[in-house]
């Protein structure tokens, strides 16, 4: 019986020795072949991050700066805020005045206008920011600034008599122009109306500027039907400015004054 259990014994011993074996065998063999992937691993990608490497900088070469535009590219954007902001408003007061002396025919020197005269510049703004306003489609915007500017001339006529006629005659004209494009046919009117009646009172007789409005308010007139009342500002344009008698030889306004002729003639 003891003979027959050691040889049991003997048995197990074996067969723990073997599959231990067989283990350390196994080990043995996958080791090495994982060392191996991984050792291939690292090696792909440390080969495909240099040719990403050298891609990049390929890539980084056709889209770099040379040293020297790079140099001037830092100088133009980074380098002097502060100039660079003159620079912008010295741009905006240039088309300013040079859009509002346009419109209001004035001949000055307009570097010597944005060293000295601050008013002039600030009504160009205005005007030439009004401008861009109904540019944009913000025509409720651009009445409002034209408006202001008008309220503003009135105001100071009120507290000093004194009335800048040129100036109102602009702003009047290019409200009464905005109104029409607004299809605001009494707002146009009563525009026109406001002016002649401050132009009226002051006992304007010879104003170009002046003229200029009497001139539109006789083609809106004209426009809309009113032919007689359209001569008779006609005729009172070309008195404040005797350069706008070619209006006068406009086929619509010599039909109402031979017809006008017609009527007197009629009643002797």
């Not at 010295?90 to 020197?109: F, L």
Request: with cysteine; charged share 25%; glycine share 4%.
């Amino acid at each position: 019986m003891q003979t027959t259990n050691n040889t049991k014994s003997q048995h197990t011993m074996i067969s723990l020795i073997c599959h231990l074996g067989i283990l350390l065998w196994t080990i043995s063999i996958i080791l090495p072949i994982q060392s191996f992937s991984l050792l291939q691993t690292s090696t792909a990608t440390s080969r495909s991050g240099r040719q990403q490497g050298n891609f990049d900088r390929k890539q980084a070469s056709k889209f770099s700066y040379p040293s020297s535009s790079l140099v001037s590219l830092e100088s133009e954007t980074l380098l002097n805020p502060k100039q660079r902001n003159s620079s912008r408003r010295e741009e905006w007061v240039n088309q300013s005045v040079t859009y509002y002396t346009k419109v209001r025919r004035m001949k000055i020197d307009t570097k010597k206008t944005i060293e000295e005269d601050a008013e002039l510049i600030r009504v160009s703004s205005e005007h030439y920011f009004a401008l861009l306003k109904i540019r944009n489609g913000k025509l409720n915007h651009a009445e409002n600034i034209y408006r202001r500017m008008i309220n503003e001339i009135t105001k100071q006529r009120h507290d000093t008599g004194e009335c800048d006629h040129a100036a109102l005659a602009v702003s009047t004209l290019l409200l009464s122009l905005l109104k029409q494009r607004q299809g605001d046919l009494e707002g146009t009117r009563n525009t026109f109306i406001t002016f002649f009646r401050i132009v009226g009172e002051d006992h304007i007789d010879q104003c170009s500027c002046s003229a200029k409005v009497l001139q539109a308010f006789a083609l809106f007139e004209m426009k809309n039907g009113n032919c007689m009342k359209s001569y008779t500002l006609a005729v009172r344009a070309v008195q404040m400015d005797p350069s706008l008698k070619h209006l006068l030889q406009w086929k619509q306004f010599r039909d109402v004054a031979r017809r006008r002729q017609e009527l007197r003639g009629a009643v002797n």
